[in-house]
């Protein structure tokens, strides 16, 4: 579905993306887990043929993308990382253009529109401007709109950044259901949870280079099932147990008290990278 | 390519509508006070070439309110490109750079036309006498294909809104003055007719006098717009496909 190889950006000196390979299976919900500057959107940027590439090769189904390749795009459905709504027109006038500009014919677009509309409960918000509407109904009508022309694969650059837990909640089930319906799911998030959450399998990505990929559940068995954590010299240092009788046995050693938790991917990144994820990873 | 077009021009045009009860007043002010200090007050008494002066002010408002509305869609692209994202949203759909390019250059000739439209109507209003044959109005369009090119070019090419400016402020608005709006060129030394006969402008000016005194502009005119025109438009194409970095 999405094969990615040796794929490098280079802005001047600086390697945005890094001699990058990765394959997407058809259906699968593929998530880019990296810390701010990682290179997630530009890579998101290439494979939706807004940048163009330094060197390497991105094919969506079997189609070439460059930046002038019409069959690729239309293959892609891409939500931005930053809110790109026309603010003075309408829900419905945003979701015209869009169907206008992906060749959908008036009686196909307009369904779609209603369809889509409701599918992301916005139907009762048709004819709202986009600069009354909040956040998250941003976001969704925002998904709706890259849903329209029907897209082999979505691309989902930050989704939920600045959304309130709840809301986030709702955007990860209309995920879920979107993929459920078919379509393969691209997603770049800081949010470890969100990872963990929703996606099949993660990539772990810093500086431009993947660290590994794997579903999340391998990630986080590869470094154990329990952790503790540990204040060593102002810095907390978690420390990770195959079983939970291990680390109780650990523990029993210490003079401190210490509270047991499941191992997170945040864990698993730590360990490999030796970085946190985010700066809010709440 | 017609349908990128299309769908780009619909875009602006929703835009435009949403808008038109502000635009109409903000169009008509510069050229009523232009009629006004320039046509009415000062310009009674002064006849130009046999003609009275509100006579050869109009087409010459019409010339600069052509250029400098179809110039203003500049601003516009590149606000709704660094500030609302939404050149992404056009770029990652199946248009062509080509047809990106000749939708908003559309749409700034629609907004060109409606801005001399408002203009008509003034003259209209003053009792000033013109033809408008349609030699008029294709200079009219021919200069806003130039401006609306131009517009295009510079709004991929300038980085931010403070640049954006400083064209307006050395390029258009010296050219506003100077491009055969307010006075005769013949009025001026021959170094300076010489000089500014390269304005587009000043084409697009006495093409469009010419015509409303009811006189066959020079062919010449239509020529060098048609050639800037399109030289500014293949810029803008170029230039659209190096905003991909
Ligand atoms: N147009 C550009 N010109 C120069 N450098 C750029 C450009 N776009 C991105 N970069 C740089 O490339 C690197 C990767 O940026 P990118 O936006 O892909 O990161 P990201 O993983 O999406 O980060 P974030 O989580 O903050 O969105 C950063 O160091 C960024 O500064
Ligand atoms: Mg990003």
Redesign the interface.
Known sequence: MIKIENLSKY?KSLKAVDGLSLHVKPGELFAFLGPNGAGKTTTIRIM?????RTAGSVSLNGIEVG??S??A??Q?G?V?Q????????SVY?NL???G????MGRIERKQRIDELLDYVEMGDRKESLIKNLSGGMKRRVMIARALLHSPAILFLDEPTVGLDPAIRRKIWALIKKIQQRGTTVFLTTHYIEEAEFLADRVAFIDKGKIITVDTPRNLMESIGSWAIDRFVDDDMKPQYFASRKEANDFIATQSESFTLRRVNLEDAFLSLTGKKVGKDHS | MIHGMLAVYSREMMILRRRLTRQIPSWSVSPLLYLVAFGYAMGRHVAVDGHTYMEFLIPGLVAMASMVQAYGISSEINIARFYWHIFEEIQAAPVSDTAYVAGEVLAGMTRAFLAVCIILVFGFLFGVKQSYPPLFFVAILMNSFVFASLAVAMAMLVKSHADQSLVSNFVITPMAFLGGTFFPLHSLPVWAQKTLYFLPLTHASKAIRAASYGQTPAAVSFAVLAGVGLTFFSMAVFFVSKAKD
């Open positions: 802005y939706t043929g807004l940048t163009r930046p002038k019409v069959a795009r239309k892609c891409l931005p930053a809110i790109n709504l026309d603010r003075e027109l006038e015209t253009i869009h206008r500009l992906f060749r």
